[in-house]
C-alpha cells in the first residue's frame, strides 16, 4: 500500500466527520483554515513517525486532532488564560466527545505547544515529532502564501 493511500485510511473517520470538518470555516496562521492546518500536521507527523518506526497511526490521529477547537481564537475567549496553554485542552475535550482517544494521541494533543508553554513537555517521541510538525506547518504555510501575495520584481537590466 502506498503512504497517500494508507494516510487517507487512517485520517478518514477523524477528517471526514460533520463536527471536525467544521474547522474548515476558521481561519489558522492567517492565511490557510484549520481544517488544512490539521491534515498538513498529520501529513508531516505521519511520514516522520513512519520513518523513525514508531505508532505513526496514534501519531497522525493525534495530530489531526491537536487543534480540534471551534472558536475564533482571534475573538473569542471561551475559557480563561494564555491561548497557547488552553487551546491544546479544549482540543483534547473535543477528540474525547466524538472519537475513541488513547493515551499517545492524548499526549500529541496536549503537548503540541511545547516549547511556548513550557510546562506543556511531551511524554512520547510521537508527540514530540507532532511539535515539530506543527511548528514545521505553521512556517510552511505562512511561508509559501506570503510568497504568493508578496510584489513581484523585475531584475535590472
Not at 16 to 31: G, Q, T, V
Not at 35 to 46: D, S
Not at 136 to 155: D, H, I, L, P, T
Request: charged residues 20%; aromatic residues 14%.
Amino acid at each position: 500500500m502506498n503512504d497517500r493511500k494508507e494516510f487517507n485510511e487512517i485520517i478518514h473517520d477523524i477528517a471526514y466527520h460533520p463536527e471536525f470538518r467544521k474547522l474548515a470555516a476558521y481561519k489558522h496562521h492567517i492565511f490557510c483554515n484549520r481544517y488544512q492546518h490539521c491534515i498538513n500536521v498529520a501529513w508531516y507527523t505521519y511520514c516522520m513517525c513512519k520513518e523513525a518506526g514508531l505508532d505513526y497511526v496514534s501519531a497522525t490521529k493525534g495530530a489531526l486532532l491537536h487543534d480540534f477547537f471551534l472558536y475564533n481564537y482571534h475573538t473569542e475567549q471561551p475559557v480563561k488564560g494564555r491561548h497557547t496553554c488552553v487551546h491544546p485542552q479544549q482540543a483534547l475535550v473535543n477528540a474525547r466527545k466524538y472519537f475513541d482517544v488513547n493515551p499517545l494521541m492524548e499526549d500529541c494533543i496536549v503537548h503540541h505547544m511545547w516549547p511556548s508553554d513550557p510546562l506543556a513537555v511531551p511524554q512520547s517521541r510521537e508527540a514530540y515529532i507532532v511539535t515539530i510538525a506543527d511548528k514545521y506547518s505553521a512556517a510552511a504555510e505562512f511561508g509559501v502564501n506570503f510568497v504568493k501575495r508578496s510584489v513581484s520584481f523585475a531584475m535590472p537590466r
